[in-house]
């Protein structure tokens, strides 16, 4: 992806969860001066890859299939530290997240504001395809059974639990939705089993400058090459 378009996308994501009413810590806003400058404080904030971070899931369209987030809190797995995780998205209307599980996280996705969100679900079978057994989901603790690849939707509000190896993907119907993230540890790098996407992180073609770091930014700003 475009630095440009990294930049841009930040950019209206700062505006659409400002305009829902949901309030980011303060380095959030920080340009890249201001990173440099008070660096010495935020190794906690880097350790734990907290703060803006995009894929287009290596499809090369975003706005088709893709994803921005704003991690604000997480632990590392096996430390003793948090074991705990906070994430804020915005997903697009007809904006897929493809089908994935985690082996090691449990995640309760709910809906923040905006239009509905769309899941599409599966249970994974032991060699880790799409099962086609039926399956229990609970929506605000409430049990559903639902069939192999149904469709769920969460209107402003709702949230739905997701198990670990649960195959699901989603997308927003209606307008764009605010999209919260409450769940065990996350481990991007290691515990997501995607079906069919390619890649987790995006390669940045540096067409411009950097106006907001994504988490992948900030080994280069402690390496010093930023
Ligand atoms: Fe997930």
Not at 92 to 103: A, I, L, S, V
Not at 132 to 150: L, M, N, Q, S, T
Request: with cysteine; glycine share 12%; proline share 3%.
């Amino acid at each position: 992806m475009k630095r440009s378009q990294i930049n841009a996308l930040v950019e209206k994501s700062m505006d659409f969860m400002l305009g829902n009413s949901f309030y980011l810590p303060e380095w959030a806003y920080w340009d890249r001066e201001r990173w440099l400058k008070e660096a010495e404080s935020c190794s906690r904030i880097f350790e734990l890859q907290l703060g803006w971070d995009l894929t287009d899931f290596g499809s090369g369209n975003f706005n088709q299939r893709g994803l921005i987030l704003f991690t604000l809190r997480n632990g590392i797995p096996g430390s003793g530290g948090k074991g705990y995780a906070e994430k804020i998205m915005i997903v697009g209307r007809k904006q897929e997240t493809p089908y994935h599980f985690h082996w090691h996280k449990r995640e309760d996705i709910i809906n923040r504001g905006g239009g509905r969100l769309v899941f599409q679900l599966h249970g994974s079978t032991v060699a880790e395809e799409l099962s086609d057994k039926p399956f229990d989901i609970y929506i605000d603790e409430r049990k559903y059974r639902i069939g192999a690849g149904e469709y769920v939707e969460l209107s402003p509000g709702q949230s739905l639990c997701l198990e670990r190896g649960v195959y699901h993907r989603f997308f927003a119907e209606d307008g764009d939705v605010l999209c919260g993230e409450v769940s065990d540890v996350n481990d991007d790098v290691n515990d997501n089993r995607f079906l069919d996407a390619p890649g987790r992180f995006p390669d940045i073609e540096e067409d411009e400058a950097i106006r907001h770091l994504l988490v992948g930014d900030y080994a280069g700003l402690e390496g010093g090459s930023l």
